[in-house]
């Protein structure tokens, strides 16, 4: 077997970053995972961070480091919660007591720096959520970006609007900033964008049954936990079926043959305007003459995706 790869997970956990956890803690067979380290988002920092060791504690197989981090964005007061999509809880209602699993002292900003820093060119980062404990961390060690073997992000969106505003992805607009030192890092990225989570990768009813009647803790615990972002697609759009989006990240970053169409562009974070902050940019045909600066994901193998996803979630 082949040496594994080596992940820190960076994610602010509601309860599509519960599935894309569980994966990597369930993919032994691909990597190791060295942290996972912790920044608002969907949640209030200290709930982003007990839904964590849930869902360290529902892969069944170990619990890595986990790292407190950024408990806002670099330029706001606080993120903008998604209760409403995620319940109050970030698992959909399931109110679970804190679990056993410890919380590291060290802070996660630092702990990316030093997990990075002792292992040149051996870690690889995924984002699943604003990217603000990554820029800080970018920030205040200025030789990290050379030491990162690569980073997989979820964010931006490449040709439909955007699940914030008409113009925005949830994770570049909660802090823009922390996105635009991000990409100018000079960094391997690959962006998996929205316009993955439309379609044909939505979870199926059908799908749910299967899940639930698969015999898996971890499969069964996954279902329960989504039982409000269910509830808000039916409400919102109509249909029964709904994105999990950040296991789309995981699963391109465990499994790169799933992407497709991926393409070199040149980007760019508006961090300004009025109607457009967290637009992110994508030069695709070139026109501004510029050097790519990232690697754009905008579409996967929904076959191929939903075999690894349901297999790493012991169902397939």
Same mark, same amino acid.
């Given at each position: 077997?082949?040496?594994?790869?080596?992940?820190?997970?960076?994610?602010?956990?509601?309860?599509?970053?519960?599935?894309?956890?569980?994966?990597?803690?369930?993919?032994?067979?691909v990597?190791?995972?060295?942290?996972?380290?912790?920044?608002?988002?969907?949640?209030?920092?200290?709930?982003?961070v007990?839904?964590?060791?849930?869902?360290?504690?529902?892969?069944?197989?170990?619990?890595?480091?986990?790292?407190?981090?950024?408990?806002?964005?670099?330029?706001?007061?606080?993120?903008?919660? *998604? @209760? $409403? %999509?995620?319940?109050?809880? +970030?698992?959909?209602?399931?109110?679970?007591?804190?679990?056993?699993?410890?919380? /590291?002292?060290?802070?996660?900003?630092?702990?990316?720096?030093?997990?990075v820093?002792?292992?040149?060119?051996?870690?690889?980062?995924?984002?699943?959520?604003?990217?603000?404990?990554?820029?800080?961390?970018?920030?205040?060690?200025?030789?990290?970006?050379?030491?990162?073997?690569k980073?997989?992000?979820?964010?931006?969106?490449?040709?439909?609007?955007?699940?914030?505003t008409?113009?925005?992805?949830?994770?570049?607009?909660?802090?823009?900033? *922390? @996105? $635009? %030192?991000?990409?100018d890092? +000079?960094?391997?990225?690959?962006?998996?964008?929205?316009?993955?989570?439309?379609? /044909?990768?939505?979870?199926?009813p059908?799908?749910?049954?299967?899940?639930?009647?698969?015999?898996?803790?971890?499969?069964?615990?996954?279902?329960?936990?989504?039982?409000?972002?269910?509830?808000?697609?039916?409400?919102?759009?109509?249909?029964?079926?709904?994105?999990?989006?950040?296991?789309?990240?995981?699963?391109?970053?465990?499994?790169?043959?799933?992407?497709?169409?991926?393409?070199?562009?040149?980007?760019?974070?508006?961090?300004?305007?009025?109607?457009?902050?967290?637009?992110?940019?994508?030069d695709?045909?070139?026109?501004?003459?510029?050097?790519?600066?990232a690697?754009?994901?905008?579409?996967?193998?929904?076959?191929l995706?939903?075999?690894?996803?349901?297999?790493?979630?012991?169902?397939?």
């Amino acid at each position: 077997m082949s040496e594994l790869r080596r992940f820190i997970v960076d994610t602010d956990t509601g309860s599509d970053d519960v599935w894309a956890v569980i994966e990597a803690l369930r993919a032994v067979d691909v990597v190791r995972v060295e942290a996972i380290t912790v920044v608002c988002g969907n949640l209030p920092l200290d709930l982003c961070v007990k839904n964590a060791m849930h869902a360290a504690d529902a892969a069944r197989t170990y619990v890595p480091p986990i790292y407190r981090g950024m408990e806002r964005p670099i330029m706001r007061k606080q993120a903008f919660y *998604a @209760a $409403d %999509i995620h319940g109050e809880d +970030g698992l959909g209602g399931m109110n679970l007591p804190m679990p056993e699993s410890p919380v /590291e002292n060290k802070h996660a900003v630092d702990a990316i720096i030093d997990i990075v820093m002792a292992n040149s060119g051996e870690i690889e980062i995924v984002t699943c959520g604003p990217m603000t404990n990554l820029a800080m961390a970018l920030l205040k060690e200025p030789k990290l970006a050379e030491n990162i073997k690569k980073v997989w992000i979820l964010g931006g969106s490449a040709g439909v609007s955007g699940n914030m505003t008409p113009t925005a992805e949830y994770n570049v607009y909660v802090d823009p900033e *922390a @996105a $635009d %030192i991000v990409l100018d890092a +000079g960094m391997d990225t690959v962006w998996v964008t929205w316009d993955t989570a439309v379609g /044909e990768t939505e979870i199926t009813p059908e799908e749910v049954e299967m899940l639930l009647n698969s015999g898996s803790h971890t499969a069964q615990f996954c279902v329960r936990c989504t039982r409000k972002l269910r509830e808000y697609y039916l409400s919102m759009y109509g249909r029964p079926s709904y994105s999990v989006i950040d296991s789309l990240v995981m699963t391109a970053a465990l499994y790169p043959e799933i992407m497709e169409g991926v393409f070199q562009a040149n980007c760019a974070v508006e961090r300004i305007g009025t109607e457009t902050r967290g637009y992110f940019r994508i030069d695709r045909d070139n026109r501004l003459k510029r050097s790519p600066n990232a690697a754009i994901c905008p579409a996967v193998n929904v076959p191929l995706y939903k075999k690894h996803l349901f297999a790493l979630l012991g169902a397939g």
